[in-house]
């Protein structure tokens, strides 16, 4: 099952760039690698997008090695409002039809 | 455009009733999905529609929960014989298109936050 692996937290300063890895082994050739963020109290909101390489939009970007074994979301210069959780999610596996986001990584900015 | 719609947006109810949860999903899309988060937890899939089908009612939590969605559009969760272990916030989400097409992001609506006293 393309399951997926993120740290839980991460702490950063105002400004920086700040880049979250989720590991996905079993991800299958049909699979595109998404990103959401989620405020308390929210439904989780899609970030980004992508299938390999580098995807880059007006948020963030999303760097997927050759292999799509892992992704790395990266946050530039990040401020007190993107505190919130990132979950990546892969799409299904073929013969099932379960989805599973990954635990998500709660993300702090410190100022 | 509107989002993802969900009624109630808060249910308290005592333990042994049933609850009905309701999804209204973005016109157009013909996937739509139920998930349950409890506190500080991650997302929990429940069940997917394709249309008004559910191919895989696996991820539902016991036989009390069952789900259904009328012309391909609203969508109800119905737990019965609710348990304290059933509180949780309960997100619906709609993508324009199915699994197979997994490159359409899903929208989420804001949940409804189950309490069962």
């Known amino acids: 099952l393309a399951k997926t692996t993120q740290p839980i937290s991460m702490d950063s300063y105002e400004g920086q760039e700040v880049n979250i890895t989720c590991s996905h082994n079993n991800i299958a050739t049909n699979d595109y690698i998404t990103w959401y963020q989620q405020f308390p109290s929210q439904g989780p909101r899609f970030i980004i997008q992508g299938y390999k390489t580098k995807v880059t939009n007006e948020v963030a970007s999303l760097f997927i090695p050759a292999d799509r074994k892992s992704s790395t979301l990266s946050l530039p210069r990040v401020s007190l409002s993107d505190t919130a959780v990132y979950y990546c999610l892969v799409g299904p596996r073929r013969m099932g039809n379960q989805f599973y986001f990954g635990t998500g990584t709660s993300l702090t900015v410190i100022p | 455009g509107a989002g993802v719609s969900q009624s109630p947006s808060n249910k308290v109810t005592e333990k042994g009733k049933d609850v009905e949860l309701r999804c209204d999903p973005i016109s157009g899309h013909t996937a739509l999905y139920w998930y349950r988060q409890s506190l500080g937890q991650g997302l929990e899939f429940l069940i997917y529609?394709?249309?008004?089908?559910?191919?895989?009612k696996s991820g539902l939590p016991s036989d009390r929960f069952s789900a259904e969605r009328t012309g391909g559009s609203v969508s109800t969760l119905t737990i019965q014989r609710t348990q304290q272990e059933d509180s949780a916030v309960y997100l619906c989400?709609?993508?324009?298109?199915?699994?197979?097409?997994?490159?359409?992001?899903?929208?989420f609506g804001d949940g409804t936050r189950l309490s069962i006293l």
């Open positions: 989400a709609s993508s324009l298109g199915g699994p197979a097409y997994s490159n359409q992001p899903q929208h």
């Open positions: 529609f394709q249309g008004n089908s559910a191919p895989d």
